[in-house]
């Protein structure tokens, strides 16, 4: 068997006391195609990405002359063995002794006696008992677990003679900025390789030469974009002719659309996003306006304390805009039980739980859930703590019901083009409207003494969206209201309330009960009108309004009446500012010398804005402005809002847990042993976000950048990125990872530049081969002296595989899309079949983060790939090495459809011999050249596939056409379907799916 080419530096993950590394072991390419081919020919399907697992070393005691590190060598040892029954939990602290504290441990329990008396073991209670045998005396009790061994008790001792110094856990105190060392080495590109380069030095290594040029390519794009490198930029690096020429590549991923994409589906797992409410009913949820924002944020670079700041509390910045708000939906990914017959309360406040814990596992890796029920044993948080910061997120007026409200209504990018172009188009009408004033037709001069004869009575709201509602519109003539026989019309009707309503005599203006009240449909600048008998000089109007509520009466304003002669122009008009309450009456000029010149002016106003001496561009404004205000928003999205302080709710420890059974009353309040910021007043959600960010917070900044060296690199410095309590792993380099921290908050936490930092240094172009002494040395990859090699993530295989099949489509943003996959015929319990019908047209080869998410039956081929279900967070996701995995490759219509793409691809555009072609195909999916010995294996592949599909054109037809379509002209069945057999084959390697 060949040495192996590299070691996976994966992890698998005891949340409890252990962890472990897990390395994928990846043969030279030659022997894994050969492998996938025999497998696709023979049995269709089956290949597995091996794994092995490794014992972690134990910790071995040191010489008693060299210090002993309480952080790293005792405090472990205690945590693991003593802090069930004397850690930070007082509701299970025994002999009321605390170890966790040097001034407990000084001070002693219910005995009185210092369970540590400093520089002297024999005479310290606490190692009396760890060397003790008896009954009842020895410690930990043997119920408990069992007794300390030999070397254990032997480090607390010398830990005891060197004065039992005790130091914060490392990740509880601020991160410190350290000069990078000096390593008299010319490697380095960054900081970070200088510490690197230190940790080689130390154990007698070198760092691997830095990777291919078209194998880097492929790292970079994959790693920043989750797609295949352009060719061009591929030449580039092959070529190396600049020396920048990294960077410049670097700089052109982060600035493509593909990068918030790629970074943004991680954050989808951290935020438990779904477009489903959760439990057994997972009803559907229309959030994916926050998908969107999330990928926007990542393009924008918005840096990471507003990326903060806006998701947990945007809804409580100054003015904040739709897109703060939509931020917020972060917290509103929780889960909903539509249910009949459930405890809505219940699931508000699991909802709520979630968020408290959801919040402090992703800014400060820290396992905040355990503190629901009971003190956390082993980090110092508190349950009164849990619930004081539980207060904060309690006073939000989201509940656990269908209606998901609060919602926020917004354009779909259909609409939102739509209202700019009409918004567009008034601005231009008005304009033109403008220039048009002074060629206005002029009303008719009359006579001083002309008698203002009416014909017409008619009643205009003005708005871009109201309703007029009347209860009665009366019309005088001395005490003879001639409004009642005349004919009345409206702009529209609903609620079946006609015009007539308004001038059949009574002014009753309940809607409801009178039923003699008109209705118009919303829209802009609706009206009523009555055309009388015959035309009257009309000495009094009077309006009457609706009266069964206060607030529905109050719409009518403004409003204007207008009275109008036998040819439709103006003899008076009236204007509202205020709402008839329930009725107004006005007198009117009799004859034309009464009016005055207000009037005249607006009579002028009104005939060249809508009576009949409107220009042609005055009409279609008005059309437009109510196209404009019948557009309605087309998407609802849940988001955050805070309650009224009269109805902020009263917040209760609960006990075990239960949210039923309350214990003590308690203020919203912040973890205390995190930081020193202190709010203004009691803390809200914005202050949580303050605090989080401030520079004495000492996880959030290190959380961060240990997320974003673990998407780079396969495993974080720090393992456990859940975890970075006292049960969690050390890092690997901690000086480097305080020291990126600093840079990133002293870079105004910018996400790019953290990337980039990253992504240009030597430690990342390292290539990923390894050599016998590094596999004996740095078997886990942890030291970083080659580059990680680990498997892609299940949106960039997929995405990866249409984008080399030429079938990826590029469309952005917008609702859920469901792409194919296999049917099952199954049906869910509340949710009907599990299968669907695909999208059409280019939504169903949209990106993976694209894909509709459904909590009980997520995408079956990325969950095999190890996609999350989302119902909570989920910080990282653990790879697992399955058959299934291979299965899918082969199999499911998405592959087997990207691998007829591919082949079609080797037919219309590859060159015209067998073996160019055989390089296109092979370069086309892997970037790289192919061997040799690559080469040859595919072209006997290719001969004998050729073979067996033309003896059978049937097959071979339904294999080049299902379920991609028809073929091409001029391209034959046997040729794509061989070519397709072989496609399958190079996207089935492990090196296919695998970061190089």
Not at 126 to 132: A, E, F
Not at 401 to 416: I, K, R, T
Not at 931 to 946: I, K, N, P, S
Request: with cysteine.
């Amino acid at each position: 068997m060949a040495m192996p080419k590299d070691l996976d530096n994966q992890s698998a993950i005891c949340r409890s006391k252990q962890t472990s590394r897990v390395g994928t072991l990846v043969f030279r390419q030659g022997r894994s195609l050969l492998l996938a081919i025999g497998t696709a020919m023979l049995i269709g399907g089956g290949l597995s990405h091996g794994m092995f697992a490794y014992a972690e070393e134990p910790l071995s005691a040191q010489d008693a002359d060299e210090t002993i590190d309480y952080v790293q060598q005792i405090r472990p040892l205690l945590a693991n063995r003593c802090f069930n029954c004397h850690g930070p939990d007082d509701k299970t602290r025994a002999a009321e002794l605390r170890i966790d504290r040097r001034e407990a441990l000084l001070r002693g329990g219910e005995s009185e006696e210092p369970a540590v008396v400093p520089g002297d073991p024999d005479a310290s209670e606490l190692i009396l008992r760890v060397r003790s045998h008896a009954d009842g005396y020895v410690m930990p009790p043997a119920e408990i677990g069992p007794p300390l061994g030999a070397e254990e008790v032997a480090l607390l001792e010398r830990w005891i003679l060197q004065g039992a110094p005790m130091q914060d856990h490392w990740s509880f105190t601020p991160p410190q900025h350290t000069a990078a060392p000096r390593v008299g080495n010319d490697w380095s590109n960054a900081p970070t390789d200088a510490f690197i380069m230190q940790g080689l030095q130390q154990v007698g290594l070198s760092p691997a030469n830095q990777a291919e040029g078209a194998i880097l390519a492929r790292r970079l794009a994959l790693d920043i974009t989750g797609l295949p490198p352009h060719p061009a930029d591929v030449r580039e690096l092959v070529e190396g002719a600049r020396p920048d020429a990294v960077d410049r590549y670097v700089d052109r991923l982060l600035a493509s659309p593909g990068y918030g994409e790629r970074w943004g589906a991680m954050w989808l797992d951290i935020a438990r996003y779904a477009d489903s409410q959760g439990y057994a009913q997972d009803s559907p949820r229309t959030i994916w306006p926050y998908r969107d924002w999330v990928i926007e944020a990542f393009n924008s670079n918005l840096p990471f304390d507003q990326f903060t700041i806006e998701q947990l509390a945007g809804d409580l910045l100054e003015n904040p805009s739709d897109s703060q708000l939509i931020a917020t939906a972060f917290h509103r990914n929780t889960m909903t039980n539509s249910e009949g017959g459930t405890d809505d309360e219940e699931f508000r406040s699991a909802a709520v739980v979630d968020r408290v814990s959801t919040t402090v596992s992703v800014w400060m890796g820290l396992t905040m859930a355990c503190a629901q029920c009971h003190s956390h044993k082993y980090d110092p948080i508190s349950q009164q703590e849990f619930y004081e910061l539980y207060a904060v997120f309690n006073q939000t007026e989201d509940r656990d019901h269908p209606s998901e409200l609060p919602l926020l209504e917004s354009d779909s990018a259909e609409n939102a083009a739509r209202r700019a172009a009409l918004q567009a188009r008034i601005a231009l009408l008005e304009q033109r409207i403008a220039a048009q004033e002074t060629e206005s037709p002029s009303l008719p001069e009359l006579a001083a003494d002309a008698s203002l004869a009416t014909r017409f009575v008619r009643v205009e709201l003005m708005g871009d969206s109201v309703i007029l509602s009347l209860a009665e519109v009366q019309a005088f003539v001395g005490e003879n209201n001639v409004a009642l026989a005349g004919k009345a019309t409206q702009s529209s009707d609903d609620y079946d309330a006609p015009a007539n309503l308004a001038n059949d005599g009574n002014t009753d203006g309940h809607f409801f009960d009178a039923k003699s009240t008109t209705h118009t449909k919303q829209g802009p600048n609706p009206w009523w009108e009555v055309e009388l008998t015959e035309p009257h000089a009309l000495e009094r109007i009077a309006i009457w309004n609706r009266s069964d509520s206060p607030n529905i009466g109050d719409r009518l304003k403004p409003f204007r009446v207008i009275g109008l002669n036998d040819q439709r122009q103006p003899l008076w008009i009236i204007r509202g500012d205020e709402a008839p309450s329930p009725s107004r009456e006005w007198t009117l000029p009799v004859t034309a010398g009464a009016r005055d010149e207000a009037m005249l002016q607006a009579m002028a106003s009104w005939w060249t804005e809508v009576g009949a001496g409107a220009t042609p561009e005055a009409r279609e404004l008005a059309a437009v402005r109510k196209q404009l205000a019948e557009l309605k928003p087309d998407v609802v999205t849940p988001i955050m809002r805070q309650l009224a302080e009269n109805q902020q709710r009263e917040t209760f420890i609960h006990v075990r847990g239960n949210f039923r059974v309350p214990g003590d009353a308690v203020n919203p309040g912040l973890l205390t042993s995190f930081g020193s910021y202190e709010p203004s007043g009691p803390p809200t959600r914005l202050d949580v976000a303050h605090w989080l960010l401030d520079r004495s917070n000492p996880l959030t900044a290190r959380v961060t950048v240990n997320r974003f060296w673990e998407q780079l690199f396969g495993v974080g410095l720090v393992e456990t990125a859940e975890d970075f309590g006292t049960q969690g792993a050390w890092p690997t380099h901690p000086r480097l990872l305080d020291s990126l921290s600093v840079d990133f908050m002293d870079h105004d936490w910018d996400m790019k530049w953290l990337v980039r930092e990253l992504t240009t240094s030597a430690t990342y172009c390292q290539s990923s081969e390894v050599t016998p002494e590094k596999l004996a040395i740095d078997p886990y990859g942890s030291l970083w002296s080659r580059g990680p090699r680990f498997r892609l993530s299940a949106e960039s295989i997929r995405d990866q595989a249409l984008a080399i099949g030429g079938l990826l489509s590029r469309k952005m943003f917008g609702p859920s899309v469901r792409p194919p996959r296999p049917k099952l015929g199954l049906n869910s319990a509340f949710g009907g079949s599990t299968d669907w019908d695909p999208s059409p047209g280019e939504d169903r080869v949209r990106r993976g983060l694209y894909t509709s998410w459904r909590r009980t039956t997520p995408y079956p081929s990325m969950t095999t790939f190890d996609a999350t279900s989302r119902e909570v967070c989920a910080l990282r996701r653990i790879r697992t090495n399955t058959p299934l995995q291979a299965l899918v490759t082969l199999n499911d219509p998405v592959y087997v459809e990207a691998a007829q793409g591919l082949a079609r691809r080797v037919l219309l555009e590859g060159p015209d011999s067998l073996d160019e072609r055989l390089a296109f195909l092979f370069r086309t999916a892997l970037v790289r050249e192919a061997t040799d010995e690559e080469l040859g294996v595919l072209r006997l592949a290719y001969e004998q596939t050729h073979a067996q599909l033309a003896a059978d054109p049937a097959a071979a037809t339904t294999l080049a056409t299902q379920p991609i379509g028809p073929l091409a002209p001029g391209l034959e069945p046997v040729d794509a379907a061989t070519w397709t057999v072989l496609a399958n084959v190079i996207m089935n390697l492990d090196e296919m799916i695998a970061r190089p």
